[in-house]
């Protein structure tokens, strides 16, 4: 057992507090206000190496692992949690095809989402009627001469409106007759037929974009399947392991930054004649706080761990990210809840930024899987695999 980071993982993590600090949380407010899209912010992610964290050197990613990443995603996230979401989406997008694209679909797209050219990718895999059950999705790919015709309708997509990198999931036919889902990567901006509805009025995270996407009658080639027929809810459920340790490490972000603000306030406050952090009812509070997010973060960085030992030796972490993003989001909740509690009537205001933080935790619990389907992961591997 080793607690230690190594060099590199300190020098991204030191790397992405510090870009958090001085250009994201000074227009953190701002940005849940107007809900303006960060493009500035992620083009300079980009060029310090936080959108491919994980991605090898050749496509311009930062080759620094899974561990390193998780430290990046909850450093973005302290300071703004729209910015957070929208990196962890690209960098899981980029994953995917580093993953199971073709040497051709990974030197078209990945070097676009790591230098930041494609502003983002987008995951879409949900729709109206198939959130929680992927398998029951609607759209559908028709083989057609030459390629594929995409028809049908995605919900929630993150960066919808801007990303320059599509993964989209559809139903499709199999040589036996039966249907399966399969992915496709493709850029928008190349095919038409491609529609975005009006951005969702979110309660948080606001700055980051989320739209419905209606593909009608588009024609992609040959070239846009992503890893084989068929293969498509596995190479979804496959993203997701991943993408839960990022979503589990933004909210951690998120509990820290709460508990960070609480800490300060409690020795400025002054109530009965002395700050409210000499009572023991609120010292109590910090101290549950404090120590829930340290579980939450040896959870993360357990999974994370994980999954960079499954890339080198193969194997399974979905229990274990689950378990973290499971554990993380809820910790993160009660964390900016009981913040907000510690600063009173002023914590309810737009004052004071833990009122954001609330609102922009409480869908870590929801996407990625909600926390409901994150037990059902647990579950069922426990009953396949044993504690
Ligand atoms: N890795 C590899 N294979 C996997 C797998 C994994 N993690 N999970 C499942 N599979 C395989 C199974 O082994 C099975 O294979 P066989 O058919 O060969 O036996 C196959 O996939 C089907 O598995 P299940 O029977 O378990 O599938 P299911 O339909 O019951 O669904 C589920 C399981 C876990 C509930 C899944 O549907 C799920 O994760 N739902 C939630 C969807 C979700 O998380 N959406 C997030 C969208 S992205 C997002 O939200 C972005 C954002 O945050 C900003
Ligand atoms: P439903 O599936 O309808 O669930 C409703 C309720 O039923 C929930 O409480 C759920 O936990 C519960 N439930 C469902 N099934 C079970 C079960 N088997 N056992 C117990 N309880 C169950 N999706 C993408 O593909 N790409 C994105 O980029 C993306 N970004 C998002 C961004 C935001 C801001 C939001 C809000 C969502 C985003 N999503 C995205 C979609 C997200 O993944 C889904 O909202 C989520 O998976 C839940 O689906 P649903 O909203 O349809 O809820």
């Known amino acids: 057992m080793n607690f230690e980071l190594n060099e590199t993982q300190k020098l991204v993590r030191d790397t992405a507090r510090r870009f958090a600090d001085t250009e994201l949380r000074p227009h953190a407010a701002e940005r849940d206000r107007t809900e303006e899209f960060p ?71 990945i070097p676009r989402l790591t230098s930041g050219a494609a502003q983002a990718g987008a995951f879409c895999l949900s729709e109206a009627g198939a959130g929680s059950d992927p398998a029951g999705m609607r759209t559908r790919a028709t083989r057609v001469d030459g390629g594929w015709v995409l028809n049908g309708s995605k919900a929630w997509i993150t960066s919808g409106e801007f990303a320059g990198a599509y993964i989209v999931w559809a139903r499709t036919e199999m040589p036996e007759g039966d249907e399966k889902l399969s992915a496709f990567l493709l850029d928008p901006a190349a095919h038409d037929g491609i529609t975005c509805g009006k951005p969702e009025e979110k309660m948080g995270q606001r700055g980051s974009n ?9 024609r ?11 293969d498509g809810f596995k190479i979804a459920m496959v993203a997701l392991d991943g993408g839960r340790i990022g979503i ?11 508990l960070s603000l609480a800490i300060d306030y409690s020795k400025e406050r002054e109530q009965f004649g002395q700050a409210i952090g000499r009572f023991q009812g609120i010292q109590f509070k910090l101290a549950d706080m404090a120590t829930e997010l340290d579980a939450a973060r040896l959870l993360c960085l357990r999974a994370a761990w994980m999954k960079n030992e499954a890339a080198k030796k193969g194997g399974r972490f979905s229990r274990q990210a689950s378990m973290a993003k ?22 309810y205001t737009k004052e004071y930024a833990v009122e954001r933080l609330l609102r922009d935790v409480r869908v870590t619990r929801i996407y990625e899987g909600t926390n409901e389907i994150q037990r059902v992961v647990i579950a069922r591997d426990l009953s396949r695999n044993g504690l």
């Open 248 to 258: 589990g490490s933004l909210a951690l972000g998120l509990g820290t930054e709460a």
């Open 220 to 230: 992609i080639g040959e070239d846009a399947l992503l890893g084989n027929l068929g």
């Open 326 to 347: 499971l554990f993380s989001t809820e910790a993160a909740w009660r964390a900016c809840d009981e913040s907000l509690q510690v600063f009173g009537g002023y914590g």
């Open 210 to 218: 989320t739209v419905s996407i209606t593909f009608e009658d588009v």
């Open 39 to 109: 493009a500035d912010a992620l083009k300079k992610m980009a060029e310090l190496g936080l959108m491919g964290v994980n991605i090898a050197a050749d496509y311009g990613g930062s080759e620094a692992g899974v561990v390193a990443y998780s430290l990046a995603i909850t450093e973005i996230a302290r300071a703004d949690a729209a910015v957070a979401v929208t990196m962890a989406v690209t960098n899981m997008v980029g994953e995917v095809i580093e993953k199971f694209g073709s040497a051709a679909q990974k030197e078209q797209f």
